[in-house]
T-cell receptor
C-alpha cells in the first residue's frame, strides 16, 4: 500500500522568506501528484497538479516538482505571506489518492 | 476548476441516530466519487469509493453496514452514517475526479467537508 510522508510536520517562517515543503512516497507507480491547501476547519483547495510524465508545475509564487523515480515531490513557496499560513497536503495516485501527513505552515508577519 | 458541493456543512446529532451527507458534482459528471474522513490534526483517510450504478468499495477497517454509500446519479453520492456514536464524530470530505481542463489523468476536486458531531 502506498505510504506518503511529509516533512517537516510543522514550519514557522518570517514573512518574505522562501520555503520548501517535502513529500515522499513509497510506490513510484503513480499517475499524478497533487498539492492541496487546507485552512483550519475547511475543505481542501487544489494548488497544483503534476502528471506522472511532468517534472514540475508553477502557479504564481508556487512551484511543485516531481521526481517519480526517487519518490519525491517538493512544493516551493516564494516570498511567503501571512495569508499562506495553512496546512499543506500532498496526495499521490490516480483514481484513488493517498494523502500525506501534512505540513502546518505559519508565516509570521 | 470543477466544483463539488457537500451538504450539510455541519451537523450535530444524538447518539443512535442516522445522518445523511450529500456530495454533488455541480458542473461535471462523476462516475466515481471518494469519501474521506479526517480526525483532528490528522490527514485524510480514504473510507470508500462510490461507483455510480454499482456497489461502493470500502477500505479495510471501514464497516460497510455502518457507512452506507449510494451513488444514485452521475452527479450525486450520499454517505449515511447509521446509528452514529460519539467516536464517529469527524470531518467527512468527498471528492470527485475529472479530466476536465485537459488533464491526462484525473484531477481531484474536493467538497468543502461536513463536520459531524455526535453527542
Amino acid at each position: 500500500k502506498q505510504e506518503v510522508t511529509q516533512i517537516p510536520a510543522a514550519l514557522s517562517v518570517p514573512e518574505g522568506e522562501n520555503l520548501v515543503l517535502n513529500c515522499s512516497f513509497t510506490d513510484s507507480a503513480i499517475y499524478n501528484l497533487q498539492w492541496f491547501r487546507q485552512d483550519p476547519g475547511k475543505g481542501l483547495t487544489s494548488l497544483l497538479l503534476i502528471q506522472s510524465s511532468q517534472r514540475e508545475q508553477t502557479s504564481g509564487r508556487l512551484n511543485a516538482s516531481l521526481d517519480k523515480s526517487s519518490g519525491r515531490s517538493t512544493l516551493y513557496i516564494a516570498a511567503s505571506q501571512p495569508g499562506d499560513s495553512a496546512t499543506y497536503l500532498c496526495a499521490v495516485g490516480g483514481n484513488q489518492f493517498y494523502f500525506g501527513t501534512g505540513t502546518s505552515l505559519t508565516v509570521i508577519p | 476548476g470543477a466544483v463539488v458541493s457537500q451538504h450539510p456543512s455541519r451537523v450535530i446529532c444524538k447518539s443512535g441516530t442516522s445522518v445523511k451527507i450529500e456530495c454533488r458534482s455541480l458542473d461535471f459528471q462523476a462516475t466515481t466519487m471518494f469519501w474521506y474522513r479526517q480526525f483532528p490534526k490528522q490527514s485524510l483517510m480514504l473510507m470508500a469509493t462510490s461507483n455510480e450504478g454499482s456497489k461502493a468499495t470500502y477500505e479495510q477497517g471501514v464497516e460497510k453496514d455502518k457507512f452506507l454509500i449510494n451513488h444514485a446519479s452521475l452527479t450525486l453520492s450520499t454517505l449515511t452514517v447509521t446509528s452514529a456514536h460519539p467516536e464517529d464524530s469527524s470531518f467527512y470530505i468527498c471528492s470527485a475526479p475529472t479530466t476536465r481542463g485537459g488533464s491526462l489523468y484525473n484531477e481531484q476536486f474536493f467538497g468543502p467537508g461536513t463536520r459531524l458531531t455526535v453527542l
